[in-house]
């Protein structure tokens, strides 16, 4: 359920970081969290290796989230042991018992681009941390760049719900309008190619953000 008192900052993920330079970008212009992706199925895909590597340049209060799409249980068991993230996302068919057995908390990814029922989702996994929403189908990749009526959205009483999918810093501030989420994640559209961020789109995301936080805020 939501809170009473409505979310006046609008949280930022960025998600598919592969490099330590980029990491450091993102913290140094206020981001939230970062998401890197330990699923060799993304052509985002860091390994454990670079993983430990951008988690230890991470300073205090930003997250460091670990993405898996129906990986094995002992592959997500050794990334977690090696890179010890703070949160662990999954984007692909996992139940709440494949999800929960790390121990962890978790963000639970809904493929809104295939008519997905968002709140069966929610309520097959009860203590996930919160719901990415994102833009592709049922069965495909996060990072596709396309969008979903975030109308469809509005109003949830879903709690923690980050919204994702073809946000960009054109569009994050209609996006944040119609659907008000927690959290906002954004990977293919600050970057030159897959992995590859641009620092400069980066902060331009970020400012949008900010942006549409004040005019919330004075509305």
Same mark, same amino acid.
């Given at each position: @359920?939501?809170?009473?008192? #409505?979310?006046?900052?609008?949280?930022?993920? &960025?998600?598919?970081?592969?490099?330590?330079?980029?990491?450091?970008?993102?913290?140094?212009? +206020?981001?939230?969290?970062?998401?890197?992706? =330990?699923?060799?199925?993304?052509?985002?895909?860091?390994?454990?290796?670079? %993983?430990?590597?951008?988690?230890?340049?991470?300073? $205090?209060?930003?997250?460091?989230?670990?993405?898996? @799409?129906?990986?094995? #249980?002992?592959?997500?068991?050794?990334?977690?042991?090696?890179?010890? $993230?703070?949160? =662990?996302?999954?984007?692909?068919?996992?139940?709440?018992?494949?999800?929960?057995?790390?121990?962890?908390?978790?963000?639970?990814?809904?493929? !809104?681009?295939?008519?997905?029922? !968002?709140?069966?989702?929610?309520?097959?996994?009860?203590?996930?941390?919160?719901?990415?929403?994102? +833009?592709?189908?049922?069965?495909?990749?996060?990072?596709?760049?396309?969008?979903?009526?975030?109308?469809?959205?509005?109003?949830?009483?879903?709690?923690?719900?980050?919204?994702?999918? +073809?946000?960009?810093?054109?569009?994050?501030?209609?996006?944040?309008?119609?659907?008000? $989420?927690? %959290?906002?994640?954004?990977?293919?559209?600050?970057?030159? @190619? $897959?992995?590859?961020? &641009?620092?400069? %789109? !980066?902060?331009?995301?970020?400012? %949008?953000?900010?942006?549409?936080?004040?005019?919330?805020?004075?509305?």
């Amino acid at each position: @359920m939501k809170s009473e008192f #409505p979310n006046r900052r609008t949280r930022i993920k &960025i998600c598919g970081i592969t490099r330590v330079e980029d990491a450091l970008a993102a913290a140094a212009i +206020g981001v939230d969290a970062v998401g890197v992706v =330990l699923t060799e199925k993304s052509k985002r895909f860091a390994g454990i290796a670079r %993983a430990c590597e951008i988690r230890r340049v991470l300073p $205090p209060f930003v997250d460091f989230i670990a993405l898996f @799409m129906d990986d094995l #249980p002992g592959f997500i068991a050794e990334a977690v042991a090696a890179v010890q $993230p703070d949160m =662990l996302q999954f984007h692909g068919r996992e139940s709440a018992q494949d999800c929960v057995r790390y121990g962890m908390p978790y963000l639970k990814a809904i493929a !809104m681009g295939g008519g997905m029922d !968002m709140e069966s989702t929610v309520r097959a996994h009860p203590t996930a941390a919160g719901f990415v929403l994102d +833009g592709h189908a049922a069965g495909e990749r996060g990072g596709s760049g396309r969008t979903f009526d975030w109308s469809t959205v509005a109003g949830s009483r879903t709690e923690h719900l980050v919204l994702a999918g +073809g946000l960009t810093s054109g569009n994050v501030g209609a996006a944040i309008r119609a659907a008000l $989420p927690y %959290a906002v994640d954004v990977s293919s559209s600050v970057e030159s @190619m $897959p992995g590859i961020k &641009i620092a400069s %789109a !980066m902060a331009d995301f970020v400012a %949008a953000v900010r942006a549409a936080d004040v005019a919330r805020a004075q509305a």
